[in-house]
């Protein structure tokens, strides 16, 4: 895992020069970054640069042009950054720097059209240092923030919906959704066991379904082991044999695989006898994958 890091005594010049010298580094908070696309972090970190060096530019320009044209023109180019930061300000919860750019916007949209030269006498100068003191805001906020460097295979892991495993299983196994969504998360962040602890408690899912589709009474099922319930849906699906239909065939066959997960994986995993790393994770979330969609489509559709 490779995380992005800042020093923590971080100046104006850390924060426009991305990434900043070298140094002690923090992390940056995970859940922010999983909501924030890394097209939004570029933009807040070159942000000042490119406004700093559209005062600078303005400032030459107004040695050839008229002064209050060049002040309006550069106000308007700092406002339409503005329009674009607040967002992700507010996205990231920089308050300190949202404060900041509003006590601008207040005020120098003083600014009429004709630039009202009296009402900002020292204009350049007064406008680079609240974009500096915007760039400190900016800076000093983003100390109390960890970001991680997601992978680009591992961060296909973090874009989830209801139908990561298709749309047959969420139509069986609805109930299993949300910890699918937090099996891929996890594997997406490399918490591998994580994420098969999920993937267990979603086919436990499929376990109780089962049950359901024998018509297999248990009493409180969700307090029973997988070992107490599979002691009854397997003898009740081979009951079929001879004359299975294909749904009693695919359930059959499950209770069977799902008795060898019990063994291979869910034991191990919530009885706190092993870890898994990285491959035995991912193949573990195909095989689950590919178990629950094969089931799913067994069973039929649902009207």
Same mark, same amino acid.
């Given at each position: ?10 100046? *104006? ?32 970190? *070159? ?74 006498? !020292?204009?350049?100068? !007064? ?65 591998? *066991? ?98 629950? *969609? ?10």
């Amino acid at each position: 895992m490779i995380m992005i890091a800042r020093t923590d005594n971080a100046e *104006t010049s850390d924060l426009v020069r991305w990434p900043p010298s070298a140094g002690s580094s923090r992390l940056v908070s995970l859940w922010v970054m999983l909501r924030v696309h890394a097209e939004d972090f570029v933009v807040l970190t *070159t942000a000042i640069r490119d406004m700093i060096s559209c005062v600078d530019r303005a400032k030459k320009n107004s040695q050839i042009a008229p002064l209050d044209v060049v002040r309006q023109g550069v106000w308007r180019q700092i406002c339409s950054y503005f329009d674009r930061l607040e967002p992700i300000c507010k996205k990231l919860e920089l308050d300190s720097a949202e404060k900041q750019i509003t006590h601008m916007r207040n005020l120098y949209d003083t600014i009429d059209s004709a630039g009202n030269s009296e009402a900002f006498p !020292d204009f350049f100068r !007064d406008l680079e240092r609240d974009l500096a003191d915007l760039s400190r805001h900016i800076a000093n906020q983003f100390q109390d923030r960890l970001f991680m460097f997601i992978s680009p295979k591992q961060a296909g892991f973090l874009d989830v919906n209801p139908l990561l495993f298709g749309e047959a299983v969420q139509s069986h196994f609805s109930g299993a959704t949300a910890d699918i969504e937090d099996a891929s998360y996890c594997l997406g962040v490399e918490k591998w *066991t994580a994420g098969v602890f999920y993937l267990m408690r979603a086919m436990e899912r499929v376990l109780k379904t089962l049950a359901d589709k024998l018509e297999i009474k248990i009493e409180k099922i969700e307090y029973k082991t997988w070992k107490e319930i599979l002691d009854q849906i397997e003898p009740a699906a081979q009951k079929f044999k001879p004359k299975q239909t294909k749904e009693q065939e695919c359930i059959a066959r499950a209770a069977v695989h799902l008795r060898l997960v019990s063994i291979a994986w869910r034991n191990p995993t919530m009885h706190c006898r092993e870890r898994f790393d990285q491959k035995q994770a991912e193949e573990i979330f195909a095989s689950v994958k590919t178990f629950m *969609t094969n089931l799913a489509d067994g069973l039929g559709r649902i009207d």
